[in-house]
């Protein structure tokens, strides 16, 4: 069973250019949350999806930042006119639900830098 | 809001040694997960508890969740420099459709 695929893992924008962010949930999870870590920091929840809905996004800057997680394909992290504070790792997390007590599986994350 | 405290922040042990971090809630969770981060690397999941008092054992770690599920504990005994890395825990609270992780706890281990 392959496990949550983030991609790209490394990522370098210049200030003003938009930045895509890609996640593929494990196979069967339909839950996908997305986290931002800074250096040296904890995780940082930003939002949480299922299928087609946004469940919580209470993390996510209100300007800029925004999720997706379609019928078909992976949910995508999008991060218009990036600015140099939106440098960080972002993780993907999928599990199969909330209600029952299923833990979170982590992608490798994306790094991404900006110029 | 909810919080998820840990304590604490920062460790050094020498190899060998035993020690103990915690993890508290400011509400009572229906369950509590841990999580370890190598350095450069993703959160993996290690254990969940569910029950009020449940200890569950994982080789050199033992968890603990607190009878009144506002608090966790990770047990490490022999500390070996493979366990460096960021333990987290994370809570969730029921009725609430979302885990909220803790700060972290960073171990680093001298030889």
């Known amino acids: 069973n392959a496990g949550v695929m983030q991609n790209p893992r490394h990522l370098v924008r210049r200030r003003g250019q938009e930045a895509r962010l890609r996640c593929s949930p494990m196979k069967g999870h339909s839950h996908v949350y997305w986290y931002r870590q800074l250096p040296e920091e904890g995780l940082k929840f930003m939002v949480y999806?299922?299928?087609?809905?946004?469940?919580?996004e209470s993390g996510m800057p209100k300007e800029r930042f925004s999720a997706e997680f379609p019928k078909e394909g992976p949910s995508i992290l999008r991060i218009q006119q990036v600015v140099r504070g939106d440098s960080a790792a972002y993780f993907c997390?999928?599990?199969?639900?909330?209600?029952?007590?299923?833990?979170?599986?982590f992608g490798d994350g994306t790094r991404l830098s900006i110029l | 809001g909810q919080q998820v405290m840990q304590i604490p922040q920062y460790q050094h042990v020498q190899e060998g040694e035993d020690f103990t971090t915690y993890c508290n809630s400011s509400?009572?969770?229906?369950?509590i997960q841990w999580y370890k981060q190598r350095p450069g690397g993703h959160p993996v999941f290690l254990i969940q508890?569910?029950?009020?008092?449940e200890v569950k054992k994982q080789k050199r770690l033992t968890f603990q969740f607190g009878e009144a599920k506002k608090n966790s504990s990770r047990h490490i005994t022999a500390t070996q420099t493979t366990d460096v890395g960021t333990y987290f825990c994370a809570g969730q609270v029921p009725s609430y459709d979302k885990v909220i992780f803790g700060p972290g706890t960073s171990l680093s281990v001298i030889p």
């Open positions: 508890l569910v029950k009020s008092g």
């Open positions: 999806l299922q299928k087609e809905n946004i469940i919580d």
């Open positions: 997390a999928s599990s199969t639900s909330v209600g029952r007590n299923q833990p979170q599986h």
């Open positions: 509400t009572t969770l229906s369950n």
